[in-house]
């Protein structure tokens, strides 16, 4: 079974309109990280939470971390076609310090 | 500066061939790590090195042999690949590992790897 589960699979919306990406874990959360990448290309850090409750926000995002509920939204405002591409989520569930598991990732297609 | 820079770009290799992907990071981190992700698929973790030691290995085929020459550079060796390890490599570094702390994890642009 996926450790790492994220909703919605695949999205496209509006340009200028708002989105949520869920990321939800089976197992306890010491830190969740969230990166974007495009086709073929390296990982790009968007951002990492640790503590619950954690609110971080970079730019147009942010992200949220519910420990209790072991899950993290991240919320892209007004987006805008540079926001296209597949979002990842990466947990550390064994306390390592760093990503273990990885969701299968959300695509996201902005249009005009 | 956040960056980790991987050569080569693209490697394409026979099956008896042996070859060398690099990575580099100029950010002081002591940890590095080596992720492999086939196509439409999250990456997977397949080795992390601690202070130029290897501190896991991910149940990973002998076929793939990484080291770590010193505490900047990174690199996995690959002799007698299998076409099903054709994926996209990527290496990253934290500023280290351990208990009571996340650390934020950069990763380097990726060498995709063709095994014909």
């Known amino acids: 079974s996926q450790e790492l589960e994220q909703s919605p699979q695949s999205l496209i919306v509006q340009e200028g309109k708002n989105l949520t990406i869920n990321c939800t874990s089976s197992?306890?959360?010491?830190?969740l990280y969230w990166y974007k990448q495009k086709y073929g290309e390296g990982l790009i850090f968007l951002m990492m939470l640790q503590k619950g409750g954690e609110e971080k926000s970079h730019e147009k995002i942010t992200a949220k971390l519910d420990e209790k509920k072991q899950q993290s939204s991240l919320h892209i405002t007004a987006s805008q076609p540079s926001h296209a591409g597949i979002y990842l989520c990466?947990?550390?569930?064994?306390?390592?310090?760093?990503?273990?598991?990885f969701g299968k990732g959300t695509s996201l297609l902005v249009t005009p | 500066d956040t960056e980790v820079t991987q050569t080569p770009k693209h490697l394409v290799m026979g099956m008896t061939n042996k070859k060398s992907l690099k990575c580099e990071q100029h950010?002081?981190?002591?940890?590095m790590y080596w992720y492999k992700q086939k196509a439409k698929k999250p990456p997977e973790l397949m080795f992390v090195?601690?202070?130029?030691?290897?501190?896991i290995n991910e149940s990973v085929p002998s076929r793939f042999s990484p080291e770590c020459p010193n505490s900047s550079l990174l690199n996995l060796h690959l002799h007698a690949l299998q076409p099903e390890d054709s994926a996209l490599y990527l290496c990253a570094s934290s500023q280290d590992i351990g208990t009571g702390q996340a650390y934020e994890q950069y990763f380097g642009p990726g060498t995709r790897l063709t095994v014909t």
């Open positions: 090195y601690s202070y130029e030691k290897l501190s």
């Open positions: 950010m002081g981190h002591r940890a």
């Open positions: 197992k306890t959360l010491y830190g």
């Open positions: 990466g947990a550390d569930n064994s306390n390592s310090g760093y990503a273990l598991n």
